[in-house]
């Protein structure tokens, strides 16, 4: 697909992949895209199209539509061949539809940055919106203001955008910030004076940089504003602000005493430690790893940065040359891991290498016991989805040497090593399950909320397999409550993740749709590319499977080939030729797909396989893929993800053996 991006904020345009404006010719044919552009990628039929941009439509504007189509086809996909299908603007059904991704529309990108940054911590929320904030050009579809079909569109984003001002307000006076508040909150309540909630954030901005007068003042011109205006008095968040500016209530500057104080604390610690500490001092390379380990756990800039510089810490301790020293580095980072897939399997590969020096250049006393378990957990860790033995063994040896010195952060540690080795085949959802069960056990009992939250993840992916959602419904409520309590982010994106699962689970398909479009709202902040790289289309297309009423064939029709797909697609490519009834085309590449790595969504790119070689009748791969699979009977396909479910395993299998008798 064309790297074509689309501007609605502010005057309909359109980007190259170099930046370069589109020529997208008349208004018509800006109307025409700009239509279907509201319509997120939903067909519009040519009927509604012509009502849409016509007062009274003559005999050729079906025509004209066409010719609309065809003219922006031509710009859109400029390196289409001649009479290839199209695979932005397609043709569907009665109509058309715009089959832009997520990220190719700035309002669709504002409307997700928005969304997630409600969930993040204050510093995240304001760096979002300040982003997000920023692609406004001018008022949304600028060109189409008095059109019908633009109005409902325009006036939701123009909310959601005041929504943003505000909510970077927030974030800003959580943050001590309120002084760099006020000249925005000002601009603000002057342009849209009938919003209490500008009114409230500027007087309490006011209030905290010492202005009680003038927070009064403001609060006594939005009174009056609302009474000659609207006929309206203020409501009880105004009425209660006003009352406790009056008595100079000591809550309304918690935030920012506390934000300053801390930040102050932070600045002189460090400075002291900087001027204490000589510079190369192995005591510094300590002490940065353990605030590159606090930071994984904050999510999203804190977790990618967190990545960035774990190896560098480690290079840096083994040119020490002091194996007791790289292995407490290496060691020190057991930063909780849920997903089964490497976020960057280069520098896993990395760290594997160095923790195996490590364990080679340590001596053998007991002495170094817990420094060999935090290496083997590592090793256990870093070595997931590779199917190698060492894995499991490093894993086991680890949970031996815990056990053995009744260490329980050493435990949990090596535990979650033996939980990323616990996907080498279909059918351990159970195995999980009892390692998650563990993890919450010891961590529970001796306050490591960091793996506590983990092993109620586990568990939460584990009993959803199982089909037991009323335990995985009890997890996923008690891990939200952990990481609102602890300050941990991510945990919001699985359990919101989890929730579209049960959603697909319960039969509930629109409520699925609309819960996994607030779900990859919350990817790209979350900093975790092994776990958000190719999900989206893969949960839409295992949504379209779940039930058993769509083939393959049927499945393949809404499959966009330019999505990304990330590392799932060798399993996507069978089903495009099945669009054109290409058989051994279709063979050709089921047949080259691999056996699914060794991670949470085995049974899913199972079934996906499946359903292809059962549309084609391969009776070689279905023989392969029930062998696969049998292990897992009883379970829900990939819903041991707590991402998607392709429906009951049991169904699957049942469908394999159907079409191995019809062909044998």
């Known amino acids: 697909m ?264 932070w600045t002189q610690v460090a400075a002291d430690y900087d001027r204490t500490v000589a510079a190369g001092a192995r005591a510094r390379l300590e002490s940065t790893v353990q605030l590159v380990r606090n930071l994984a756990v904050t999510g999203g800039v804190g977790l990618r940065a967190a990545q960035e510089h774990r190896l560098a810490a480690v290079t840096a301790a083994e040119e020490f040359g002091d194996p007791d020293l790289t292995a407490r580095v290496i060691g020190a980072y057991d930063v909780p891991a849920v997903w089964t897939r490497s976020d ?43 199917r190698s033995p060492r894995g499991p063994a490093a894993a086991r040896e680890a949970q031996d040497i815990a056990r053995h010195l009744d260490d329980p952060t050493l435990l949990a540690f090596a535990l979650n090593g033996a939980f990323m080795q616990s996907c080498t ?62 300050e941990r982010p991510l945990v919001g994106v699985f359990t919101q993740w989890y929730g579209a699962l049960r959603s697909v689970a319960g039969g509930r398909t629109r409520e699925a749709e609309e819960a996994y479009e607030a779900a990859v709202a919350l990817l790209p902040d979350a900093g975790m590319p092994g776990f958000a790289h190719g999900l989206p289309p893969l949960a839409r297309l295992c949504l379209r499977l779940a039930d058993g009423s769509t083939s393959a064939r049927q499945a393949a029709e809404h499959i966009d080939p330019g999505d990304d797909w990330g590392p799932y697609r060798p399993w996507i490519e069978p089903y495009v030729p099945l669009r054109t009834g290409d058989r051994g085309e279709v063979a050709d590449l089921l047949h080259a797909v691999p056996e699914p790595p060794a991670d949470l969504l085995y049974e899913a790119l199972c079934c996906l396989q499946a359903a292809v070689a059962l549309d084609i009748g391969d009776r070689t791969t279905l023989e392969r893929l029930h062998t696969r699979l049998a292990p897992a009977a009883g379970e829900l396909a990939g819903a041991g993800s707590g991402l998607l479910t392709l429906g009951p395993v049991d169904r699957w299998l049942a469908a394999i053996a159907e079409g191995l008798d019809r062909w044998s």
């Open 2 to 265: 064309e790297p074509i991006t689309f501007g609605v904020l502010g005057p309909v345009t359109a980007w190259g992949d170099a930046g370069e404006a589109v020529a997208l010719k008349g208004p018509r044919h800006r109307a025409v895209l700009a239509r279907l552009i509201t319509a997120r990628r939903r067909v519009v039929p040519v009927a509604r199209l012509v009502e849409d941009l016509w007062d009274e439509p003559g005999a050729g504007a079906v025509g004209a539509v066409r010719t609309f189509v065809a003219d922006l086809r031509r710009v859109l996909e400029p390196r289409r061949p001649p009479r290839a299908p199209a695979r932005l603007l397609v043709t569907e059904g009665p109509g058309y539809a715009l089959r832009a991704t997520q990220d190719a529309v700035d309002a669709w990108r504002f409307e997700t940055a928005v969304v997630g940054a409600a969930r993040l911590p204050p510093a995240q929320t304001l760096q979002r919106l300040d982003g997000a904030l920023e692609l406004w050009r001018g008022p949304a579809y600028a060109e189409f203001a008095y059109e019908g079909w633009a109005r409902g569109e325009r006036s939701r984003l123009a909310e959601l955008r005041l929504r943003a001002v505000e909510q970077r307000a927030q974030a800003q006076l959580d943050l001590g910030l309120a002084a760099e508040a006020v000249p925005d909150l000002h601009a603000h309540a002057a342009e849209h004076p009938w919003r209490e909630d500008g009114w409230r954030l500027l007087a309490l901005a006011l209030y905290r940089t010492g202005r009680q007068a003038d927070a009064l003042a403001v609060l006594r011109r939005a009174r009056t504003m609302l009474a000659e205006q609207l006929g309206v008095d203020p409501g009880p968040a105004l009425r209660r602000l006003e009352t406790d500016i009056l008595t100079q209530d000591p809550g309304l500057g918690v935030a920012a005493q506390e934000s300053s104080a801390s930040a102050q604390l």
């Open 344 to 386: 960057d399997p280069g520098q896993a590969r990395q760290i594997v290498l160095a923790a195996e020096r490590t364990l080679a250049a340590l001596p053998q006393e007991t002495t170094h016991a817990a420094a060999r378990c935090r290496l083997l957990a590592t090793v256990a860790l870093e070595m997931r989805g590779t």
């Open 425 to 486: 085949r279909a059918g351990l959802a159970a195995r999980r399950d009892a390692i998650g069960a563990q993890l919450v056990d010891v961590a529970a009992r001796h306050g490591l909320e960091n793996f506590e939250v983990l092993g109620r993840l586990i568990r939460m992916q584990a009993c959803g397999a199982l089909g037991d959602f009323a335990a995985a419904d009890a997890h996923a409520t008690a891990a939200d409550r952990l990481a609102e309590r602890h």
